[in-house]
């Protein structure tokens, strides 16, 4: 008796298709990945450069407020510390009277500090000078952090004043 034995073909067909719709679907969805973070962060180009423009606002609001505004006997270090918010544009003062009608587009926070070596900054001194007292304070420095809804901006600025020589 005699078993007659067919060849069986076409496995390798199947599993070739297989592996190549996986890597096919492996591909689209690694696109689609990079794809969306590239969307988001193309979105956030709006809100990263409000966010650096709100703490590029907060150093000149502290260097204003170091040169021209009267801070007699007070700190400057710390009466130089500023705050501010950018209203949504488009809006005016009138229009936001009522808190609920404009929300921050960007906040800035400064920090002013003044030191006695340019070369080492995290030697502060009192910006405040002292009467009769040799003025130490070689220049200023200003950290400044903008913030919006999904950027972050810091910001750090030195001045080296004539002060203290």
Do not use: H, W
């Given at each position: 008796?005699?078993?007659?034995v067919?060849?069986?073909?076409?496995?390798?067909?199947?599993?070739?298709?297989?592996?190549?719709?996986?890597?096919?679907?492996s591909?689209?969805?690694?696109?689609?990945?990079?794809?969306?973070?590239?969307?988001?962060?193309?979105g956030?180009?709006?809100?990263?450069?409000?966010?650096?423009?709100?703490?590029?606002?907060?150093?000149?609001?502290?260097?204003?407020?170091?040169?021209?505004?009267?801070h007699?006997?007070?700190?400057?270090?710390?009466?130089?510390?500023?705050s501010?918010?950018t209203?949504?544009?488009?809006?005016?003062?009138?229009?936001?009277?009522?808190?609920?009608?404009?929300?921050?587009?960007?906040?800035?926070?400064?920090?002013?500090?003044?030191?006695?070596?340019?070369?080492?900054?995290?030697?502060?001194?009192?910006?405040?000078?002292?009467?009769?007292?040799?003025?130490?304070?070689?220049?200023?420095?200003?950290?400044?952090?903008?913030?919006?809804?999904?950027?972050?901006?810091?910001?750090?600025?030195?001045?080296?004043?004539?002060?203290?020589?």
């Open positions: 008796m005699q078993i007659n067919r060849k069986k073909e076409g496995q390798v067909m199947i599993l070739s298709t297989v592996l190549i719709g996986g890597a096919l679907l591909a689209t969805a690694i696109a689609g990945f990079v794809l969306f973070f590239q969307i988001r962060q193309a956030d180009a709006g809100q990263t450069a409000a966010a650096f423009y709100a703490a590029d606002t907060g150093i000149e609001n502290a260097i204003y407020c170091y040169y021209r505004e009267n007699e006997g007070n700190d400057i270090d710390t009466y130089c510390d500023k501010a918010d209203q949504m544009l488009g809006k005016t003062n009138d229009d936001c009277s009522n808190p609920a009608q404009c929300k921050s587009l960007a906040s800035s926070k400064a920090e002013l500090s003044c030191f006695v070596d340019p070369t080492d900054k995290t030697k502060i001194d009192s910006c405040k000078p002292q009467p009769g007292v040799e003025d130490t304070v070689k220049g200023i420095f200003i950290l400044s952090k903008g913030t919006t809804v999904r950027a972050e901006r810091v910001l750090d600025y030195t001045i080296i004043t004539a002060s203290g020589n």
